[in-house]
C-alpha cells in the first residue's frame, strides 16, 4: 500500500515538475550599439527560471578594406561551464557571406514550408521591450534633416513589417534625432527583450525535424552544414 502510494507521488512530482518545465520562458536579450566606427553586440539567453544563462558577445567589429572585409572577435560564456569565457575572431568578406547565403538557400530547398515556420515560430515570441534610437550628423545641416528623414523612414518601415510577425508587449520606442553645429558622427543603439516558452521551443523543433525528413535528403542537408558551421568556428 504505502509502495503504490509512494509510486504515485513520485509520478505526480514528476508530471508537475516536467509541466514547470515545459512552462518556463526562454528570455533573451540583445543590444548593438555602434559609436562612430565602434561596434559591439551582446547577447543573453536565460532559460529554466535562471538556473541557465548564455552569454554571447561581439566587442568590437573591424573593418579591413574592402577585399577582406570585417574582423569580428567573439566571447560566449554559460553559467554552466567553468572558466573564463571563450573568444575567437573571424574574418567575414564577401565570399563568406556568399557562402552563408548559398547555405541558407540548401536549408530552403532541404525544408518543406522553412518560411512558414519561421513565421509561425515567430508568433509564439513575445516582445516585452524594443527600443532604437540614432544620434546622426553631417557637415552640411540640410543634409543632416534629409538623413534624419530618411533614417526615420527606414525605421518605421522595417519595425512595422516585423510587428506583422512578432508580439509586441508595448509600443517601440524609436527615435532619429539631428545634431547640428557637431563633427560627422553617427550613434545608434537597438535594444529588445523577449521570450518564448521552452515547451513551444521544443514544439517548434519538432515541426522543424518533420519539415526536414519529409524532403529527399533533407536530414543529410542539415548535418552537413552543422558539421560545416562548427568547422568554420573551430577555424576561426
Known sequence: MWIWLGVILILLLACIALVLILLSPIKFRLVARKVNWNETVRIEVV???GLTRLRYEIPYIIFKNMKDGFKVEQKHASNLEKGEADSSAQDINKDKVRFWADQFYDLLRATRGLKQWMASTLR???FDKLDWSTNVALSNAA???TLSGVL???KTT???WLSCYIRLKQRPRLFVVPVFDQPPQLVTEFECSGKIRLGRALY???VLIVRVLKV????KKWLSFAVKGNQGSSRS
Open 152 to 154: 526615420w523612414g527606414l
Open 158 to 160: 522595417l519595425i512595422g
Open 124 to 126: 509564439y515570441v513575445t
Open 216 to 219: 529527399k535528403g533533407g536530414f
Open 204 to 206: 517548434a523543433g519538432f
Open 47 to 49: 532559460t529554466l527560471y
Open 143 to 145: 543634409h543632416t534633416a
